[in-house]
């Protein structure tokens, strides 16, 4: 019997994901610590059209500076 390897999501997640796995909100920022998203960004990703995904993609970088957040080393560059 031949079985499959056992992959972790954030592996096999689009590449029009900033997600690191690192699934939890900053109580004072109410950003997520390991990708910058907010709540409703989080909830609504998968229903987003690719343009959307982007364009959130390209302020994560900026507002978790701004935040103070310090994104998660060795995690993907933000687009």
């Known amino acids: 019997m031949q079985t499959c390897p056992i992959i972790p999501h954030y592996v096999r997640m689009s590449k029009e994901t900033p997600c690191v796995a690192v ?5 004072k920022t109410k950003l997520c610590f390991g990708c910058g998203r907010t709540l ?11 343009a959307d995904r982007r364009a959130i993609m390209a302020l994560l970088p900026e507002r978790m500076t701004e935040a103070g957040l310090v994104p998660i080393a060795g995690s993907p560059k933000h687009v």
Do not use: K, N, T, V
């Open 23 to 27: 699934c939890m909100i900053d109580p």
């Open 40 to 50: 409703p960004e989080i909830a609504r990703w998968h229903a987003m059209e690719s």
